[in-house]
């Protein structure tokens, strides 16, 4: 049963420490995304991957968050310095978009974070 | 994860009653829709989906309409369920000028809530 996995799956610093979430993608899959969900916001996206090459990132604020893909099996988001503003359920999801009919997404379990 | 909870609409049902889940998309151009659902402390999952040259797709107890003219999509749950309680999100898939195709465009969600 193929799926997306993410560590860790909670994480506590304190404001200011840097913070990497990992996201291991369904095996095959092309398509990496990073969300961010919070009781104000919804879900937003913050930056997605086709082929390990980012192509949008303009939901991630770019001076503290970065997201990289070193290989197919991992995606990360790193976010330097962190703020109490960044707490929140950062999903992970991956999908296959070869065929631009269908661009279903499987999510991960999410990393919660808060930053005291 | 945590489920959008200060704004989002509510459904409440009686277990075994039928539920009707509503959304509204924006792009009259989209051409593939999903249903996700999210239980409390985990990511979305993957409900169900239709192309926009179909107007009904069944699955088990779920049946997804879509009507293109006043460009709206319902998630009927046949039977309703316990387990059936979580937040519900529309999703179509992103446009040339909505970030582009691999991305999908998520609604607020709809929390269902069935009662005993």
């Known amino acids: 049963d193929a799926r997306v996995t993410q560590t860790p799956r909670h994480k506590v610093t304190e404001m200011g420490q840097e913070v990497t979430m990992r996201c291991q993608p369904i095996l095959g899959h092309n398509t990496v995304f990073w969300y961010r969900q919070t009781m104000m916001q919804g879900l937003e996206l913050l930056a997605y991957f086709r082929n390990r090459a980012p192509l949008d990132d303009s939901g991630m604020p770019k001076d503290r968050f970065s997201a990289e893909m070193p290989d197919a099996t991992l995606a990360t988001l790193k976010i330097q310095p962190s703020e109490p503003r960044d707490s929140a359920v950062y999903f992970c999801a991956s999908g296959y978009t070869g065929d631009r009919r269908r661009v279903q997404q499987f999510f991960g379990p999410g990393t919660r974070l808060t930053v005291l | 994860g945590e489920n959008v909870g200060l704004h989002l609409p509510t459904l409440s049902v009686q277990e075994g009653d039928n539920s009707i889940i509503n959304c509204a998309y924006s792009?009259?151009?989209?051409?593939?829709f999903i249903w996700y659902k999210q239980e409390s402390g985990k990511g979305p999952q993957f409900i169900i989906d239709?192309?926009?040259?179909?107007d009904k797709r069944q699955g088990q107890r779920v049946t997804v309409l879509l009507n293109k003219t006043v460009k709206h999509l319902s998630l009927q749950i046949a039977a309703t369920q316990p387990g059936d309680s979580a937040v519900y999100f529309c999703a179509e898939k992103g446009s040339l000028f909505s970030g582009g195709y691999n991305k999908l465009i998520f609604g607020a969600g709809t929390r269902l809530a069935v009662h005993p």
């Open positions: 239709i192309r926009s040259n179909m």
């Open positions: 792009n009259s151009a989209s051409d593939y």
